[in-house]
T-cell receptor, first 115, second 111 residues
Framework: GAGVSQTPSNKVTEKGKYVELRCDPI?????LYWYRQSLGQGPEFLIY????????DSGLPNDRFFAVRPEGSVSTLKIQRTERGDSAVYLC?????????????FGQGTRLTVV | KNQVEQSPQSLIILEGKNCTLQ??????????LRWYKQDTGRGPVSLTI?????NTKSNGRYTATLDADTKQSSLHITASQLSDSASYIC??????????FGKGNQVVVIP
């Protein structure tokens, strides 16, 4: 596709359940980022991949959150034992190289609601 | 500590008018300073990317300025349109591959 694609666009889950959020970056982009945005706040960094490896996962809030990018393209953000506080929009972005002056392109996000 | 302060927090302007959004930051050093536009329910879109050696950069009706000495940046919107209603976020980028977003300036353009 032409842009970063995230699925699903909306996800409602019950507290305690496991969820997976998918990100399809722009083809050829080696850098991929996950952010989380709560209502009224700016996006908050979660994790950065360069290729298949997580180069910086220091933004993950706790060990219930995990992300993979096994083939260096599609990435999945996994949340175990979801809590109501996990409700937010999860944004994925990709950039061609991840170097400092390259632009990051964001997807539309997945709105996660934990009830 | 909040390293980016944007003002005004929210702004209502009439269609066709100009406006200027301010960003004061304490992040130093940084590789570049970015302005993003985020429409409600959508991901942020990059408007400008300026290195510390650049003073101004334009993207259509958007013009960003940077004063690295005073650690201030501004985003000027010329001849505003209804589609300019959005959140505008100033992001000094340290080059550590994480963009630190603040809340931004909320702009509402009314007819």
């Amino acid at each position: 596709g032409a842009g970063v694609s995230q699925t699903p666009s909306n996800k409602v889950t019950e507290k305690g359940k496991y969820v997976e959020l998918r990100c399809d970056p722009i083809s050829g982009h080696t850098a991929l980022y996950w952010y989380r945005q709560s209502l009224g706040q700016g996006p908050e960094f979660l994790i950065y991949f360069q290729g298949t490896g997580a180069a910086d996962d220091s933004g993950l809030p706790n060990d219930r959150f995990f992300a993979v990018r096994p083939e260096g393209s599609v990435s999945t953000l996994k949340i175990q034992r979801t809590e109501r506080g996990d409700s937010a929009v999860y944004l994925c972005a990709s950039s061609p190289t991840g170097t400092v002056n390259t632009e990051a392109f964001f997807g539309q996000g997945t709105r996660l609601t934990v009830v | 500590k909040n390293q980016v302060e944007q003002s005004p927090q929210s702004l209502i302007i009439l269609e066709g008018k100009n406006c200027t959004l301010q960003c004061n930051y304490t992040v130093s050093p940084f590789s570049n300073l970015r302005w993003y536009k985020q429409d409600t329910g959508r991901g942020p879109v990059s408007l400008t990317i300026m290195t510390f050696s650049e003073n101004t950069k334009s993207n259509g009706r958007y013009t960003a300025t940077l004063d690295a000495d005073t650690k201030q940046s501004s985003l000027h919107i010329t001849a505003s349109q209804l589609s300019d209603s959005a959140s505008y976020i100033c992001v000094p980028f340290r080059g550590n591959n994480r963009l630190a977003f603040g809340k931004g300036n909320q702009v509402v353009v009314i007819p």
